[in-house]
């Protein structure tokens, strides 16, 4: 191990229920039950559980890996919107929290498009 690295840091771990759960988003699925929700795939399959958005492996780590991308992206911008959501005296911690505001609104309109041209 080189110095200056951290060999085997615990990963970060934050007590929160699923934002699905936690908001009733059950009444309005995300996915349509036996409708792959890849967007490049889109394939009717027969879920062998009630949770089961994928119909295989492939689709399955395809979307882990666009969530992680997304959420790669989102995660500085979340923080110093939150950092300065409530700021009222320092002009630039609220410019900052404002971009992060802003970028957000931005990923997530880019996001939809995206997954809605790969559904075409």
């Known amino acids: 191990m080189t110095a200056g ?22 009444r309005f699925p995300l996915a349509v039950p036996g409708l792959c929700f890849n967007p490049s795939c889109g394939r ?3 879920p062998a559980r ?19 991308r997304i959420g ?19 002009p630039d911690l609220r410019d900052i929290a404002s971009a992060g505001r802003r970028y957000i609104g931005n990923l997530q309109t880019r996001w939809v498009q995206s997954r809605a041209e790969r559904m075409a």
């Open 72 to 90: 790669t992206l989102a995660a500085p911008a979340l923080l110093a919107w939150r950092a300065g959501k409530y700021e009222t005296r320092d």
């Open 44 to 46: 009717r399959f027969e």
């Open 5 to 26: 690295r951290v060999g085997h840091a615990p990963g970060v771990h934050l007590d929160l229920e699923p934002f699905a759960v936690a908001h009733g988003f059950d």
């Open 50 to 68: 009630a949770w089961q958005v994928y119909c295989c492996t492939a689709c399955r780590k395809a979307g882990e890996r666009e969530f992680a």
